[in-house]
């Protein structure tokens, strides 16, 4: 018995890794979309540049690149940047970064089978200097979904805040 609710488990975690990378990945695709409108790359080209430039940058690159332009964009429009303030957009960068961290944990770390299934969702284990489990309830994965989606919808209004000549 212990084996197949093991084995269910399994699959389950399995499922649960999968949607996290995939909501991710939607992250990821709309900042490399931001990034092709941004330099008005268009045509066969936006595909070369995609496919041949941006595949090959990690998604640190992508994000700190996508940072850059905000903070070039803001300091255009005016703002200037002291020890007192931040930039308009630096909660969304902060999430954006703790989401890269949790996907680094979803696409890297070991799976652990948790003691009790039937309140863990997943439990992802680094082994890197010492053991650290990273531990979610259901509720926790719902609430790290949702920040994705969340933060997807912010940088998704900063693409259509582009002006129109970068959209065609």
Do not use: W
């Amino acid at each position: 018995m212990k084996k197949k609710i093991e084995a269910e488990y399994i699959e389950k975690a399995h499922y649960y890794r999968r949607k996290f990378i995939n909501e991710f990945n939607f992250l990821e695709k709309l900042i490399e979309n931001y990034l092709i409108r941004h330099f008005q790359i268009i045509g066969p080209n936006a595909e070369d540049f995609a496919n041949i430039i941006l595949d090959r940058l990690t998604f640190q690159s992508k994000k700190e690149s996508f940072y850059a332009l905000m903070n070039k964009k803001v300091t255009n429009q005016g703002f200037k940047k002291t020890n007192n303030n931040s930039y308009p957009h630096g909660k969304l960068f902060k999430d954006i970064t703790e989401i890269q961290d949790e996907r680094n944990a979803f696409a890297h770390y070991d799976l652990m089978i948790p003691i009790d299934y039937s309140k863990i969702c997943i439990v992802l284990a680094e082994f890197r200097d010492s053991e650290k489990r990273h531990e979610y309830t259901f509720k926790e994965f719902e609430d790290l979904i949702l920040k994705i989606k969340n933060t997807t919808t912010e940088v998704y209004k900063l693409f259509e805040a582009l002006p129109e000549r970068f959209l065609h």
